[in-house]
């Protein structure tokens, strides 16, 4: 029955490359394996870690113990014959063998300590030597786990799509692929991203090197202009308050209206922000709280907070950063985005083994509570921003410090990753410490070491396929 299963799972894996001269009432295909595992890489880290079991051994541990003990012992047998000697010297034959007794000690001393000189050296060198070669193994191995991981989900992913198809094959219904998340979105598909449009120093020029800004994709009535702009007024890493805008030219000019909504008059402390990914949306300001691995919800009308615990396992407090090769983003473990269906939390776990999680926070009446999950396999600290986009999430990299690509993109609801997106734009400063796409405007808001920038992005309205 399991070998059965098995050429029937198998025949379906490729049903859509199977040959026009077959009946259209079959089910083949060609089982093919794409992703072998990399056993050549693990024979050689069990050869390396063999290796090493050879060169640190027990009996070299006991010959510098020996030697140690023989001088512990050596010594005061020496000291005692000095004694001795000085008691007893007569000035004549005794004191001459006495002293030849003692020479002869000393020329054994010496002996000793040169060996145990050549040893220690000897075995520091093996210290350093073997402790790259357990680094280079630890690499090694998390490489290979990681690799593992991400096989076997992607793995389950296809079992996933061959036992649907495998259901409709036996229904009589064509295996037929869902709309990916880009045919779906109003837009069309994702092109390009131009400008920059907006670039500004804002209110307060030169200042607050991290921080966000962007619009609400649900403004209230009234406020359907408005902007907000969150910096990070304390080291870097902390916020207590967000600020309003009436609209782009008052950002720009920096003429605030509303002014700062406060979320607590210290700074830090329960429940204000950390990190620079933050957004606003119907209302609600959404970020990292302070010193927790969970996502706050600040209500600005009503100034409640509303906190969502992130699952056990997930990285915070700088564990797991945004970076490009120079440097890591401090306290962007989790990153917060929005788009045309609400709002997203994009993260890390241990057990993902440092790669992207991306999770729908949902509001409900009962409170804040995380939707449906997905698992990339994308590694968090390979990336320097992420952003959402009609149900796709987007990561950049770094090209160097004027050009940032749009390089990877993971499709919620196909499951389908991409590597080689290659959409590139310019950047005015080197860094950007955080990026979120509006659903209002189509625009990319970018915070860029104080400056607020922003880019429009281009979909292709005849992309759909």
């Known amino acids: 029955m399991k070998l059965h299963l098995l050429l029937l799972l198998c025949a379906l894996s490729t049903l859509s490359l199977q040959s026009p001269t077959q009946s259209p009432d079959k089910c083949e295909c060609e089982l093919s394996s794409t992703h072998p595992f990399p056993r050549d890489k693990l024979n050689n880290t069990q050869k390396d870690a063999a290796d090493c079991n050879n060169d640190v051994t027990p009996q070299k541990a006991l010959e510098l113990e020996s030697l140690l003990l023989g001088l512990e012992r050596r010594l005061p047998e020496l000291v005692e014959d000095m004694s001795e000697l000085e008691r007893e010297d007569d000035g004549g034959m005794y004191g001459v063998l006495a002293l030849h007794v003692i020479h002869n ?38 490489e290979l786990e990681t690799y593992d991981t991400q096989q076997v989900i992607k793995r389950d992913l296809i079992n996933k799509r061959l036992k649907r198809d495998l259901d409709q094959c036996r229904t009589g219904q064509r295996p037929t692929d869902p709309p990916t998340a880009q045919e779906l979105c109003p837009h069309g598909r994702f092109q390009n991203v131009s400008g920059p449009r907006i670039n500004t120093a804002g209110e307060y020029p030169g200042s607050f090197k991290y921080g966000a800004w ?37 950002l720009v000019v920096g003429v605030s209206v509303p002014g700062n909504v406060l979320i607590h008059s210290s700074n830090p402390t329960t ?28 209500n600005l009308t009503s100034k409640t907070v509303t906190t969502l615990q992130l699952p056990k396992g997930t990285r915070f407090n700088s564990k797991s950063n945004f970076c490009h090769l120079d440097e890591c983003y401090p306290f962007t473990d989790l990153d917060l985005a929005t788009d045309e269906s609400g709002v997203w939390v994009i993260y890390t776990t241990n057990q993902d083994h440092g790669n992207l999680v991306l999770s729908k926070v949902e509001d409900r009446p009962e409170g804040l509570v995380l939707g449906q999950t997905w698992h990339t396999s994308m590694y968090k600290q390979a990336v320097t921003n992420t952003f959402m986009a009609c149900g796709v999430l987007y990561a950049t990299r770094a090209v160097n410090k004027d050009t940032e690509e749009i390089f990877y993109s993971y499709d919620t609801t196909t499951g389908q990753e991409q590597f ?11 860094n950007i410490y955080a990026l979120n796409y509006s659903p209002v405007d189509q625009m990319l808001h970018a915070y860029c070491e104080s400056n607020m920038v922003s880019y429009k992005v281009i979909f292709d309205r005849h992309g759909h396929v």
């Open 214 to 250: 962007g619009r609400d994709p649900k403004p209230e009535e009234g406020k359907e202009s408005w902007y907000w702009y969150v910096p990070l007024t304390a080291s870097n890493r902390y916020a207590h308050y967000v600020r309003l805008y009436s609209s782009l030219s008052s």
């Open 271 to 298: 429940n204000t922000v950390q990190g620079p990914n933050v957004v606003l949306y119907g209302g609600a300001l959404y970020y990292n709280c302070y010193n927790m691995d969970a996502v706050c919800q600040f």
């Open 420 to 430: 080689n997106i290659g959409i590139y734009f310019q950047k005015i400063f080197p």
């Open 105 to 142: 000690e000393l020329h054994e001393i010496r002996l000793l300590m040169d060996r145990l000189n050549i040893t220690v050296t000897t075995n520091r060198q093996q210290t350093q030597d073997t402790t790259q070669q357990i680094s280079a193994i630890r690499a090694e191995l998390q």
